[in-house]
């Protein structure tokens, strides 16, 4: 029997000899396009860049030294050429989702995980109801609803008081005595309140208690008490990480690390979709909610409705857009108002001035301001605001992987072989300086042609063409309008009823990158307006 160190000297070897044997012979051609360090020989160095929270930026500082084409994985292109995002991810490009989403997916996709176009096509026909205009207006008085909660857990916060019986976050006094307190966590606890009213109308209730521990049933019935944020955020790290391996690869490390946290994490987020819908199964509300548009039910025209692992993995997805992506853009936007208070203060004067509001009386008459959706559809300069906030910290800054198919495409005027992973960062779309001026800069006047800076007319045609937050093409974000209601009324309300000041003066936020490019923390000073 052959020595340890002697076994593993020669598996190291025809691994090796296997890796640079491949890297030579270029089966799909990829030795034309540069690549950093062993990127072109392993997954490694894009999975290490994900393991520090950091891929998109690395890859995009990657780009500014070796070019718009770059090789990131042996088999995965980066593409940072503005055309290249029509020729990937547009409407008519003969690409399909990578095996990244399958991998994550374990053989039950949700709409958005589905790699095959026809799955895709029947899952999104599915759910369309579920995210029509009458669905998304029925939904509004929820958002009006979990909105006082927030405001009135900020409140809390600003007074140094704790919420609920089991305040999970900290407070400090800042030198001028006023409280310093991390918003993130609050955000996130209002869009996973949010998020199960709407789909489940169990809402976890989780700003009234000061805590994300909710119920996950597993696979085989058993409950069990977990932290909603770490479940997902740990989650969405591992699969991110360990979805880029070879699908072998994968699913070795799915059967043997099933001890590393991560891994399991996944299976508790899985498990708190399960537990929303088997309650929701044995519970019919009172008036309809999101789920009431699923196919959860046999009707004349779809005798055969969805099955219960079917629905867990659509609500998973929708938990996990419905909170995440969310809470990013919420405090992302705090960030940015309470970074330039002079775009604070216009903003409150443009709600307060569309909403007739009168600042003096305002505070006698009412506890908080939470508008609903049409009293501030009219409002450009929120909109401006919100489309601003997306373009300088797109939640999903990464490139969204896809497989070239057929007989191979072109993209940015490079021939890619079929069976290719290729991408495009909605990063660096976003803060292209060829495209847009002061890129780095929060401007929201760039929305608005008739103010100044947005009178440009190449850079209002770019803003309409290269912004594009919510992906495009027909894999592009379900759940959009929902996603513009629930943010549109969250932004006017924390304005309209707070006063946002960082508590250090920064020049940056903190951000980890797990799937989505979310704030680390944000520690703010605020004052109640009154």
């Given at each position: ?30 030795r ?24 998109t930026?690395?890859i ?32 008519g490009?003969p ?13 039950n ?13 029947a ?30 857990a ?30 993130r ?13 709407m789909?489940?109308t169990?809402e ?13 049933t ?8 977990v ?6 955020h740990s ?34 987020f ?9 309650h ?37 997805t ?8 969310t ?19 216009k903003?409150?004067?443009?709600l307060t ?9 305002r ?41 070239t ?16 992973t ?25 929305w ?36 513009y ?8 309300a924390?304005v ?24 680390k ?10």
């Amino acid at each position: 029997m052959l020595p340890l160190s002697v076994a593993l000297l020669i598996i190291v070897t025809v691994i090796s000899i296997w890796v640079i044997g491949r890297y030579f012979k270029d089966e799909k051609q990829l030795r034309r396009f540069p690549s950093p360090s062993i990127a072109a020989f392993t997954p490694l160095w894009s999975m290490w860049q994900s393991w520090k929270g950091t891929q998109t930026i690395e890859i995009c500082k990657v780009h500014e030294k070796l070019g718009p084409v770059v090789r990131i994985a042996p088999n995965h292109v980066s593409f940072t050429d503005p055309r290249a995002y029509k020729d990937i991810y547009g409407h008519g490009a003969p690409l399909v989702k990578d095996d990244f989403y399958a991998h994550i997916a374990e053989g039950n996709p949700s709409v958005a995980q589905a790699t095959e176009k026809a799955v895709h096509s029947a899952k999104r026909r599915a759910l369309a109801h579920v995210f029509s205009a009458k669905e998304i207006t029925a939904m509004e008085p929820r958002v009006v609803a979990t909105t006082q909660n927030l405001c009135a857990a900020i409140r809390n916060k600003i007074s140094g008081r704790s919420v609920g019986e089991h305040d999970q976050t900290y407070s400090v006094v800042g030198s001028d005595n006023c409280v310093i307190f991390d918003v993130r966590p609050w955000v996130n606890m209002f869009t996973y309140d949010a998020i199960s009213n709407m789909v489940f109308t169990n809402e976890y209730g989780f700003l009234k208690k000061g805590s994300d521990l909710c119920l996950s049933t597993d696979g085989a019935g058993q409950k069990k008490e977990v932290h909603a944020m770490d479940s997902f955020h740990s989650a969405s790290r591992y699969n991110t990480i360990t979805a880029q391996l070879p699908r072998p690869l994968y699913q070795l490390c799915r059967r043997f690390l099933f001890w590393v946290h991560g891994n399991k994490a996944g299976g508790y987020f899985g498990g708190m979709s399960r537990f929303q819908v088997q309650h929701r199964l044995r519970n019919q509300p009172a008036q309809p909610d999101l789920f009431s548009s699923f196919p959860a039910w046999p009707t004349e025209k779809r005798p055969d409705p969805m099955e219960e692992d079917e629905l867990v993995a659509e609500c998973a997805t929708m938990l996990d857009a419905g909170n995440d992506t969310t809470q990013t853009t919420l405090v992302n936007c705090i960030f940015h108002l309470a970074s330039n208070p002079e775009k604070q203060e216009k903003l409150y004067n443009a709600l307060t001035s569309a909403l007739s509001i009168d600042k003096k009386e305002r505070a006698d008459e009412i506890d908080f301001y939470v508008p609903n959706a049409k009293q501030i559809q009219d409002i450009p300069y929120l909109r401006a605001v919100l489309e601003e906030n997306w373009r300088c910290r797109p939640p999903v800054a990464r490139g969204l992987p896809r497989r070239t198919t057929g007989q191979g495409t072109t993209i940015a005027g490079h021939f890619i072989p079929p069976g290719v992973t290729v991408s495009a960062p909605i990063y660096a779309l976003h803060r292209n300086e060829t495209l847009f001026r002061r890129p780095l800069d929060f401007i929201p006047e760039r929305w608005i042609p008739d103010e100044g800076f947005g009178k440009d007319e190449q850079e209002a045609k770019n803003l309409k063409e290269y912004c594009i937050p919510f992906s495009l093409g027909p894999r592009a974000c379900i759940g959009r309008n929902l996603a513009y209601m629930e943010v549109s009324i969250v932004v006017a309300a924390l304005v309209l009823n707070f006063e946002w000041e960082l508590a250090e003066k920064c020049l940056d936020m903190p951000m980890i990158e797990r799937f989505n490019n979310n704030p680390k923390e944000l520690l703010v000073k605020g004052k109640v307006r009154g």
